[in-house]
């Protein structure tokens, strides 16, 4: 995919301010006024909360697997 088409985004920081990234996203790829779509995204957030997000680490076995079994893959993606 080319960079000018791309747009990364980390979940929990777009929650903090789904109006401001979304803006942020409609002016990266010229998709028009924002301001335009602002009330059906709040209708929709109204219609369809976020779930709550509870905690679920991985297990102590499987970090130990992963460590021995793909460590040089964790330090190419930058998990040291």
């Not at 080319?2 to 942020?24: C, M, R, T, W, Y």
């Not at 680490?57 to 993606?77: D, G, V």
């Amino acid at each position: 995919i080319p960079s000018g088409n791309l747009v990364e985004v980390n979940l929990d920081e777009f929650q903090l301010d789904i109006h401001g990234n979304l803006k942020a996203i409609y002016q990266q790829f010229g998709l028009g006024d924002y301001t335009e779509v602002s009330g059906h995204i709040d209708a929709f957030l109204k219609r369809n909360p976020a779930p709550e997000r509870v905690a679920n680490p991985p297990a102590t076995e499987t970090i130990q697997l992963i460590s021995e079994r793909a460590s040089h893959i964790m330090k190419e993606l930058g998990y040291d």
